[in-house]
């Protein structure tokens, strides 16, 4: 596709449920990034990929938190029995590559995200 | 992680230029300054990048002082599809531990234009 792609678009979910929530990234780019975004706060990171090795996990706010990239392209993050504070945009990020941030390839690739209101 | 300083909000004029300022006074010689926009219900967008000397791009110009204590980023002219927070972001060159790849992220400057 032409940019990155999250769904679903918006998830309300009961306070205890299960949720996964999907990127498609832009295709070949190696880089993969999750972040939380709550209401008027700049993005906060959780987690990297780099194809499917998951090279930095330090931002995930509990073991709740799970992310996956089985086959270094699509990307899951799930979260397991959900709580009101989880409530937030989750971002998903691409880039072309794995160098320095100086390059062209560093460039990040956002999608729109997903919406999650736990009730 | 060095952080970053930006005025909470601003306010312009259409067509008129806009100069978004940003301080990072414990800024590292290996890190980058970057700059992200993220207009409403969208997820952040690039805009440009830079480390020592000014750059210029479409979207914007970016000028870095002498110490690289602080940026601005300069919008030549306004325009209403401008409206969005800006988020100046340090980013390390150097590798760490996981190959840390993590951005710092502040409250970023929201930036209202007026028709």
């Known amino acids: 596709g032409a940019g990155v792609s999250q769904s679903p678009r918006y998830k309300v979910a009961k306070r205890g449920q299960d949720v996964a929530l999907r990127c498609d990234p832009i295709?070949?780019?190696?880089?993969l990034f999750w972040y939380q975004q709550a209401l008027g706060q700049g993005p906060e990171f959780l987690t990297y990929f780099q194809n499917e090795a998951q090279l930095d996990k330090s931002g995930l706010p509990s073991d709740r938190f799970f992310a996956e990239r089985p086959e270094g392209s699509v990307s899951t993050l799930k979260i397991q029995r959900t709580q009101q504070e989880d409530s937030a945009v989750y971002l998903c990020?691409?880039?072309?590559?794995?160098?320095?941030?100086?390059?062209?390839?560093?460039?990040?690739?956002f999608g729109s995200g997903t919406q999650l209101s736990v009730l | 992680d060095a952080k970053t300083t930006q005025p909470n909000s601003m306010e312009s004029n259409e067509e008129e230029p806009v100069h978004l300022p940003c301080n990072h006074s414990?800024?590292?010689?290996?890190?980058?300054i970057h700059w992200y926009r993220q207009l409403p219900s969208q997820g952040p967008e690039y805009v440009i990048h830079g480390l020592t000397s000014n750059v210029n791009n479409r979207m914007a110009s970016l000028a870095i002082a002498e110490d690289r204590k602080s940026s601005t980023l300069i919008l030549h002219r306004a325009t209403l599809r401008d409206a969005a927070v800006y988020y100046c972001?340090?980013?390390?060159?150097?590798?760490?531990?996981?190959?840390?790849?993590?951005?710092?992220w502040g409250l970023g400057t929201s930036l209202a234009v007026n028709p």
């Open positions: 295709s070949g780019h190696v880089s």
């Open positions: 972001i340090l980013y390390s060159s150097l590798p760490r531990a996981g190959n840390n790849r993590k951005l710092i």
């Open positions: 990020a691409s880039s072309l590559g794995n160098r320095g941030p100086g390059g062209p390839y560093e460039k990040l690739f």
């Open positions: 414990t800024i590292s010689g290996t890190d980058y």
